[in-house]
């Protein structure tokens, strides 16, 4: 359903021609959990870009469901990135209904939904609370609940716990997991970890550096959820860091 044929981009830069992404080809399927682990500056937020049709390709093609993207129109998409940027003088629920708003639901209904959804992600009796009264990890929740409320067509997270310490990002992992495995979304989650990769991934997709191609594309068979301390968890690690190096 979401297909990349030999997508290529480079920027025209002072130094001359900047190559970011070469050949990229990829072929993704509805309901996968894609990781796409690169080092940083290797072409991963270009690459999402891309597959949202804010950037367009220097060459080949990015398919949803057979069209090229169409953000404003027939495909809807969620985006969540590092920062949640949540509007301050909306409360929690009409933070995540926004997306509803635009798409003319009744209010009733979208806070309904929004209820729902942050109760699965742990925000049960926060609801009225407004930003700056929570925690980062709990803006980040919203900001998941907030993209997943529409019920994207795929789900582009660039990178969104980075900046979170470990536990708080454990926790988020496993909520945004546990989400995912009640409601299937195809999703595009980039990182540079590679445990976080394993953790969530059904496949990762490993970018070499710049430019981004695919170096290995790799289905995790592991069960969910995922213990980083597990024999099977431990040798995938080992095995796909020694490929990596
Ligand atoms: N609009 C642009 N013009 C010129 N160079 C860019 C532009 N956008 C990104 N780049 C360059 O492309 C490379 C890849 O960027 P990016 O996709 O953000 O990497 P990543 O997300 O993997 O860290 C970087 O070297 C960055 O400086
Ligand atoms: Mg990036």
Redesign the pocket.
């Known amino acids: 359903m979401l297909e990349y044929r030999n997508v290529h981009k480079s920027?025209?830069?002072e130094a001359g021609s900047?190559v970011?992404i070469k050949d990229f080809t990829a072929s993704i399927r509805e309901g996968e959990f894609v990781v796409l682990l690169?080092?940083?500056?290797?072409?991963?937020?270009?690459?999402?870009?891309i597959t949202a049709g804010l950037?367009p390709p220097s060459r080949g093609e990015v398919l949803i469901d057979g069209r090229a993207p169409d953000l404003h129109g027939r495909h809807r998409l969620g985006f969540v990135f590092q920062e949640p940027a949540l509007m301050p003088w909306r409360d929690l629920v009409s933070n995540v209904t926004l997306g509803l708003e635009i798409r003319r639901i009744a209010k009733a209904e979208r806070n309904r939904q929004a209820v729902e959804i942050l109760r699965l992600l742990g925000l049960q009796g926060f609801e009225k609370y407004y930003p700056h009264q929570v925690s980062g990890g709990m803006k980040h929740r919203v900001a998941i609940a907030r993209a997943y409320i529409v019920d994207p067509i795929i789900l582009l997270m660039?990178?969104p716990f980075v900046a979170l310490d470990a536990q708080t990002r454990e926790s988020l992992q496993r909520d945004l997991q546990d989400l995912w495995q009640r409601r299937k979304k195809t999703v595009i989650f980039?990182t540079?970890n590679l445990e976080e990769a394993i953790l969530l991934g059904t496949r990762i997709v490993v970018?070499g550096k710049?430019p981004?191609t695919v170096q290995m594309d790799y289905e995790v068979r592991l069960a969910m959820p995922r213990d980083p301390v597990s024999r099977e968890f431990v040798d995938l690690r080992h095995e796909l860091r020694g490929m990596l190096a």
């Open positions: 920027f025209d830069t900047l970011v690169g080092p940083s500056g290797c072409g991963k937020s270009t690459l999402l870009r950037e660039d990178e980039v540079h970018l710049r981004a």
